[in-house]
């Protein structure tokens, strides 16, 4: 288990905002696994607007982020599913940085498809191991 001071250095080096670095992992040929959870305990409704820190579910998944130091970096995040004090509602918690259904946080996105602008989409598929369609649903994201 890290110590402290390597978590918050992790964390600052994550640089995202409202995410705290937990534990991290070093995957020789596949890169760094950084699990993260939203600081924030209480999450407003989408719905009524009342903020409620009643967890429902927990729903952990991995997403790519940009890489650090040539190394891929993969996030496990916990997207919790929330109940509502107030009016009921469960839904999902909003994470600034990652859009939901998608498996990359949105700076990653950014840097893959001003890559692609730059030079060819196969070249950047290649270079971040993704599919070309993969790069065509960012575009599309970015569209919209």
Same mark, same amino acid.
Do not use: V
């Given at each position: 288990m890290p110590s402290n001071p390597e978590l918050k250095l992790m964390t600052k080096l994550l640089n995202l905002d409202g995410m705290k670095v937990k534990d991290y992992q070093f995957i020789e040929q596949v890169g760094i696994t950084l699990y993260i959870e939203h600081e924030p305990r209480a999450v407003p409704c989408p719905q009524c607007g009342k @903020?409620?820190?009643?967890?429902?579910?927990n729903h952990r998944y991995v997403v790519r982020d940009l890489p650090l130091m040539e190394q891929s970096v993969y996030l496990q995040v916990n997207r919790r599913q929330m109940k509502c004090q107030n009016c009921g509602k469960k839904? @999902?918690?909003?994470l600034e940085a990652i859009p939901k259904k998608r498996t990359y946080t949105k700076r990653f996105r950014q840097k893959v498809v001003q890559e692609t602008l730059e030079g060819t989409l196969s070249k950047t598929a290649r270079k971040y191991g993704l599919s070309e369609r993969e790069i065509e649903t960012m575009l599309k994201d970015l569209g919209k």
């Open positions: @903020s409620t820190r009643k967890l429902h579910q839904f @999902s918690e909003d």
